[in-house]
Every structure is written in C-alpha cells, then in structure tokens.
C-alpha cells in the first residue's frame, strides 16, 4: 500500500507529514481505535501491521499495510464502525504516525495542491479496502444490502462552477428496473452521479471472467450468477466510482433497483478537467473519499450475524451538529439546482 503515497504524493506533502506528525507505537493485542470513538488525528502506519475486524466476530476483515491511512471518518463526519488492533500473531509492535486533526484540517484548508493530492491518495487506498472486501465473498456473508444514504452532502463541497462543467460536459441517462449499469469485470468509461432512483451493488460467489461474455453474451452470464445485494446507492450517489479511480473493474455488477436517472460524464473530458484545474480535482477527491469512507463503512457496518440470529447493532449517534446541517441544506440545495437547469423535476 505504501507505493499509493509515494505515487500519489509530493515530496513536499511526504516532507510536511513527516515533520508534523508524531511516532506513536502500538503493541501487540492492543486495540489502537473503538468503534464509536472520537478521534482527534489522522494516521499513518509506518512499521508493522493493523487489522479493521469484523464489529460482529472481531475476526480480520482488511488488514492494513505500510503507507496506510486510517482514522480519516472525522474529516467526512462518520465514526468508526469497526476496530483497529495489532493482530494476535504479530511478532512485533506497530509504528504509526499520528497528525493532529487541526494540523491536517489547516494544511487541507490552505494547501490546494497538497489536499488534492491527499484526498485522491485517501480514496485510493479506502478503494483497494472496498476491493479486498467485494474479492473475499466470504466477508460479506452478513450482508443484508443497506441503503447509503444520500450523498447530496458532498455536492456542497463542490462550487457552481463545478457543477456547470458537469452539467455542460455529461448526458443523461435514463436506466429501466432491472436495467445493468455495469457488469463484473468490466471498466467503467464514464463518471456516473445518480439524479433519481437507486441502483443496486451486489456481489458473486462465481469467479469473475470478462472473456467468458464474449463466448456467452452479457445476458446468459447474468442468468450464470447468483447476486447478492450488498448496498444500494440514491441520489448523488457516484456508481463505478472505486474502478473509475484506479482503472481496475470490480467483481460486482450494478443494476437498476427502480426506474432511474444519470448524468454521465466521459472519462477523457474528466481526465483533462482534473489535469487543468487543480481547485477542481481538490473539491473532486474529496467528494470521492466521502463516498468511499461511506460506502466502506456500509459494507462493514451493515452485517446480520447469522449466529446470533440479530442484525448488529451498530448505530451511532446520527444527529448532526448546525455545521452539518447546513452543509447537508446546501448540498441539497446545490443539487436540486442542477436538476432544475437539466430539465428534471426535483423532489
């Protein structure tokens, strides 16, 4: 995982990190983050290893490497669902680098080039979790397909100008119950945002071969497959977003759950935005790492332990303080503004 930060990183950002943040060591069997807790730093494993266990069975899930970044929830409003430990059979202590949350909060505020290149690295690395999570079928065997909530928060983030070019340099598309947005394995060659209805994710237990549609067609391999739901995305929700980032397809396929609506932006026209406007791709990334912290969080919070019988309970405290609210009143607003100015009715 370390060669996301060194790729995706300036030697001035690894520099700034280096010289702020603080060498903290966590021993074996020592729980480095609770579920729920409130965190006050952002962090960087540097030695040895971590793992985000199962909230339901404490059994690993996703084990995290050097050149990880966790504890980031703070900075897009969401807790910890799941908790960090050294695992049981490591054979030495974990070295982690620990930047203060107003340290980073104010290099992301005041540093364009510097938050562009986090935010991007940050969802990179929470996108290779999500992947290692959709690979290993057997780590979604709790899943009961929980609905994301709505993402019209993270449209506050972006500036009018922003929303312009996206409405200027996408086309709509309208998707039929049942409809597949995009099939396992398969690239995604556009930037999708949900306007209206919801799309579902789901996950296969059968192995992911792209080559076998040419021989059966798109249509019999589906009838091939057993699918389960794993999440569901609504409006403003960016379907295909984790292979649109880094280029590699998924195992999961995502279909239409009702009749929906989405603006599709081609990949070329966001590439060369991205390359010209560096306030743009700092406000994009981030939108990105929000729905990736979400939607991972989904994946691992959402469970049904099927020994107990119960659904986990594992809901944290939802209200918002007036910040959060506000953001999320704007966003909405934002939204329904682009919806207006492409002609469709908002709710």
Known sequence: MSDILLRELSNADIDWLVTTGDRTAVSRNQTFIQPGQQLDALYLLLEGSLTLKDPATHSEIVQLARGDLFGEGWLFDIAPVAPIAVPEDADKEALVLTVPKADIAAKLQQDTSFAAHFYRAL??????????????????????????????????????????????????????????????????????????????????????????????????????????????????????????????????????????LLLAIPRQKVSIKLQSDLGFAARFYRVIATQTATLLNTVISSGKCVDCGDSMDMEMDDELDLEALQQVSEGGAKFDWMLRHLGVGCR
């Open 123 to 260: 969802a990179l690395i929470l996108s290779e979790h999500i992947r290692h999570l959709f690979e290993r079928s057997e780590l979604l065997r709790y899943q009961s397909g929980q609905v994301v909530k709505e993402a019209l928060l993270v449209f506050s983030e972006l500036h009018d100008s922003d929303i312009d070019w996206m409405m200027n340099a996408g086309a709509l598309e309208k998707l039929a119950p049942g409809s597949v947005l995009l099939h396992p394995g398969r690239p995604v060659d556009a930037l999708y945002t949900v306007l209206d209805g919801q799309l579902v994710i789901s996950t296969t237990e059968t192995p992911c071969d792209p080559l076998s549609t040419c021989r059966h067609g798109l249509t019999e391999q589906g009838h091939q497959q057993n699918f389960t739901p794993t999440a569901y995305l609504s409006r403003g929700g960016l379907p295909g977003i984790i292979s649109f980032l880094d280029f590699q397809p998924l195992p999961v396929r995502i279909h239409a759950a009702s009749e929906s």
